[in-house]
């Protein structure tokens, strides 16, 4: 699921490549990978990967088809598609697609009509095919008149929350019925985040972090504009229609440390840890620039740093403690890519300079750094071989090793 688990931490379990080859190679443009009927006919991954057990790779763009890929038994140089899905004139926007516990269900939102149009959600659970290359739709549960563009999170006992646009989150049990909803803000593009507790924290366009209990019920609210810091890049949450880049909203996914803190970027360049009560705990400027971290952050395996990319500044790395400065790895563009911490402590980071970074996360020194040759806006992913996936914005899922 999106940044590897229901909190978001983006650990992956595996080691990922110590040096950047390319090894296979999947072009969703080619025409035969184009569906007819794309809501938005452009090439572009804006999801991030996910990863099943057997390292097939599950990943969607915007022209609205989900890929389930594999390793060519033919070719050593290419990814073979097992199947796909694409619901009609539907898009999933950059939502990133979540498994079951098993492996065999995928789970993602689609809304038909682009950005422009009204749009219907529909929240499908799919299945690989007995035969042929179209997937299987197990269930699917409608989502209102609105677009999705959140990724599904999956909670323990099988439980897939997802958001849309309308700012309804839905709870849905693993066959398909919807447990609740709950209203919580005017447009919701973040991924809901699960704490220990079942708290489910996520934020709105309108400036604000809610935190909704396991039943559904909005416990408190944290408002991004009553605490803006020392050098304030935006004072008007409603600037823009509040959600745009000139506002205080926020369309990045919180992480959950392990003492159930709360950790989530917004457009004002601000990172804030929020207490398990809602309350400030510290703030963080990054570099001052509108739309300042649309990224969701990693959290280190001792639970003591958070690692993020922002507009401006490159990659940071923080003192989960008290927020303080601890290296600072400088990008001369846009990072909306959230990182991806692998097993040996590497975090690797994809940038719109069309570079993807391999970092230490203890000091920030740079291991490797390969040109994609395209821009990366979605988080990597590590295969259980090692190897690491790419998804760039010219249609090109990259597998690197």
Not at 117 to 133: E, F, N, V
Not at 143 to 167: H, Q
């Amino acid at each position: 699921m999106y940044q590897q688990d229901p909190q978001h931490t983006g650990r992956s379990p595996y080691a990922g490549p110590r040096q950047a080859t390319v090894l296979r190679r999947f072009d969703t443009s080619l025409p035969e990978n184009m569906p007819p009927d794309a809501a938005i006919p452009r090439d572009d991954f804006q999801s991030s990967s996910a990863i099943g057990p057997d390292g097939t790779i599950y990943v969607a763009n915007f022209p609205g088809v989900l890929f389930a890929l594999r390793d060519s038994s033919t070719a050593r140089d290419r990814l073979d598609l097992v199947w796909r899905f694409h619901p009609p004139n539907a898009s999933s926007f950059h939502a990133t697609p979540a498994l079951s516990s098993d492996g065999g269900t995928v789970y993602l939102g689609f809304a038909s009509g682009g950005f422009n149009a009204p749009g219907k959600a529909t929240l499908y659970a799919l299945k690989a095919p007995a035969s042929g290359t179209d997937a299987q739709v197990a269930w699917s549960v409608d989502l209102g008149d609105a677009r999705v563009m959140a990724s599904p999170t999956v909670g323990p006992d099988g439980t897939i929350y997802v958001a849309n646009s309308a700012g309804v989150l839905y709870a849905v049990s693993p066959d398909g019925q919807v447990r609740w909803t709950a209203q919580s803000g005017p447009t919701i593009k973040s991924a809901p985040a699960l704490g220990a507790d079942g708290t489910l924290h996520h934020a709105t366009s309108d400036g604000k972090m809610y935190a909704v209990s396991p039943q559904g019920q909005v416990r408190w609210t944290f408002d991004f504009g009553e605490h803006l810091g020392p050098t304030p890049l935006v004072t008007n949450p409603n600037a823009s229609g509040g959600g745009g880049a000139s506002g205080i909203g926020s369309g990045a996914s919180p992480t959950i440390g392990p003492d159930a803190t709360i950790y989530v970027g917004a457009n004002n360049s601000n990172m804030y840890a929020v207490a398990p009560d809602g309350t400030l705990k510290w703030l963080f400027e990054a570099e001052r620039e509108l739309a300042g971290i649309w990224t969701t952050p990693c959290l280190s395996a001792d639970g003591g740093t958070i690692f993020f990319g922002a507009n401006k500044g490159g990659v940071y790395a923080l003192n989960t403690a008290n927020g303080s400065k601890r290296w600072q790895f400088p990008v001369y563009g846009s990072i909306y890519a959230s990182s991806v911490l692998d097993s040996r402590g590497v975090l690797y980071t994809g940038t719109t300079v069309e570079h993807v970074y391999a970092l230490d996360s203890a000091q920030g020194e740079l291991l490797w750094d390969m040109d994609i040759h395209n821009q990366v806006w979605s988080a990597p992913s590590i295969r259980p071989d090692g190897t690491l996936v790419i998804a760039d914005r010219g249609g090109q899922v990259q597998v690197i090793g």
